[in-house]
């Protein structure tokens, strides 16, 4: 089991930047891949980023490429998502979630721990 609540949502204008927290208690965090999602109004949950449990692979959805960046701390129990170039389209309330297994999909049905979201909203 591992318990998951994310941080450092929040309002910022078209170009902006905000980095995502999401804290992770127990001692086996370094045994989950994480993904971050997020959802938007009326809108399906959909996948923005995994990182493997040692942090060795990332894979991003093309929507985010090149302007988000997932990483993991394991000593801190962490996991991170660094948003720049933020876009009025990236407004959406964003999950992180956990899954033990080495390399898990793009399927939020594949994750079994979820947090219960931060709210990023960006302006245009």
């Known amino acids: 089991q591992v318990q998951l609540v994310e941080s450092g949502g929040g309002l910022v204008q078209a170009g902006g930047s905000l980095r995502l927290s999401c804290a992770a208690s127990?001692?086996?965090?370094?045994?989950?891949?994480m993904g971050w999602f997020r959802q938007a109004p009326g809108k399906e949950r959909e996948f923005v980023a995994r990182?493997?449990?040692?942090?060795?692979?990332?894979y991003y959805a093309d929507s985010v490429k090149g302007r988000f960046t997932i990483s993991r701390d394991n000593a801190k129990n962490t996991v991170y998502l660094q948003m720049n170039s933020l876009k009025p389209e990236d407004t959406a309330v964003y999950y992180c979630?956990?899954?033990?297994?080495?390399?898990?999909?793009?399927?939020?049905?594949?994750?079994?721990?979820w947090g219960q979201g931060t709210q990023v909203t960006v302006s245009s």
């Open positions: 127990g001692r086996t965090f370094s045994t989950y891949s």
């Open positions: 990182i493997r449990w040692n942090g060795g692979s990332t």
């Open positions: 979630a956990a899954v033990r297994r080495m390399w898990p999909g793009e399927s939020p049905s594949e994750y079994d721990f």
